[in-house]
């Protein structure tokens, strides 16, 4: 069972950092914080992570295919259908590991893989005021307390979190990702819309098998493997 085996910590720098020198954590193994000193964002950001306002954890998995890509996108898609029906919000997904929820970044996802374990990294904004939350331009972010309107409990989440990530982890592992990825193209933010990545613009159209984000460009229909999806 997911978080059965399970290190908390007060404050440390990471609880990806930490799962990943667990070396011999078993799969489903739970690192989690109330906070942290150096939380990291994906392409080398930080992670705002001020005391007991989130929640930061990290859970070890031992994928029998690793394809870190795609376990992030089914570890969002969890997280948005575990939200969905503790809270009466509704999320997208902004790919490839942002979390929205009426246009508003509330949670973001990090994975790393070391040997053979994938870290599945989340944080999540739960009563964060405007005051505690870093200022983005676009799609800013925001927490479930400013959102909703309500004190949403870590300790309620979570447990209904992971129960929900190892489910559809189960799914993908038995071999379900076509399914997986037409619910996640359903919570895709931005479909039919004009993006840009990189060099590449086009009208985003979805995710190819592998994951990737797919765009109609110019030259016809091509996936972006990596980088950051602004809208023109
Ligand atoms: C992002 O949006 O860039 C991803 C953010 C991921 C943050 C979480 S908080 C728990 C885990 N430990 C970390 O150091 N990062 C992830």
Known sequence: MFGEIHRHYEEIDSTNRVA????DAPHGALVSADSQTNGRGRLGRKWESPSAKGLYFSVITR?????RAIMALVAA?????????????????????????????IGGLLCESRDERTIVGIGLNLTHQLEDLPTR????ASSLLL??????????????????LEGQFERLENGDWPRLKTE????????GE????????????????GGHLQIH???GLESVVAGDVSWV
């Open 147 to 164: 959102l909703g309107g309500q004190q949403f409990s870590g300790d309620w989440l979570l447990p209904a979190i992971l129960q929900t």
């Open 63 to 67: 994928p029998k295919i690793e394809n």
């Open 77 to 105: 898609l969890a997280l948005a259908k575990s939200l969905e029906s503790s809270t009466n919000l509704n999320f997208k997904i902004k790919w490839p590991n942002d979390l929205l929820c009426r246009g508003q970044k």
């Open 184 to 191: 996640l193209e359903a919570r895709l933010w931005g479909v």
């Open 20 to 23: 990943l020198d667990w070396n």
């Open 194 to 209: 004009i993006v840009r990545v990189g060099e590449k613009m086009g009208i985003l159209r979805g995710l190819d098998n």
């Open 137 to 140: 331009p676009l799609f800013p």
């Open 217 to 219: 460009t110019s030259n």
